[in-house]
């Protein structure tokens, strides 16, 4: 399957990664129905076409796993700001932005190396 853009591919990953993780996680049925309309227009018959094609669904599947760290950081990170709980908990929390984000970039630079993508996010 021919890739229209570097570019495109390893975002497309990314992006289904982040839109599978905030899916289910609305209560509120309009926000719930947006989020699955913006995955399905994606196609994932395509993206699947080249996870097998590219070989790289440990590269999704990290992406998943990433983003899914991300918006519990964010979703705690949040909370706290909430409560004025400026805590070592809170603390914490932002230190994980910084090392989680490291692996998040080796993650999305290996996506992109992957799609023969010349544009790297640098840290």
Not at 28 to 57: D, I, K, P, T
Not at 94 to 99: E, F, G, L, V
């Amino acid at each position: 399957m021919p890739v229209i853009s570097s570019v495109f591919g390893a975002r497309l990953f990314d992006k289904i990664s982040i839109l599978e993780n905030k899916g289910y996680r609305f209560s509120n049925l309009a926000q719930r129905a947006n989020v699955e309309r913006e995955h399905a227009a994606f196609s994932l018959e395509n993206a699947q076409a080249m996870l097998e094609e590219y070989g790289a669904a440990d590269i999704f599947y990290g992406l998943q796993t990433v983003n899914e760290t991300f918006w519990q950081i964010d979703h705690n990170v949040r909370n706290c700001e909430q409560a004025k709980d400026f805590t070592p908990f809170f603390v914490e929390l932002a230190h994980s932005i910084c090392t989680d984000d490291e692996e998040w970039v080796a993650i999305k630079r290996r996506n992109n190396e992957v799609f023969g993508s010349r544009i790297f996010k640098e840290n």
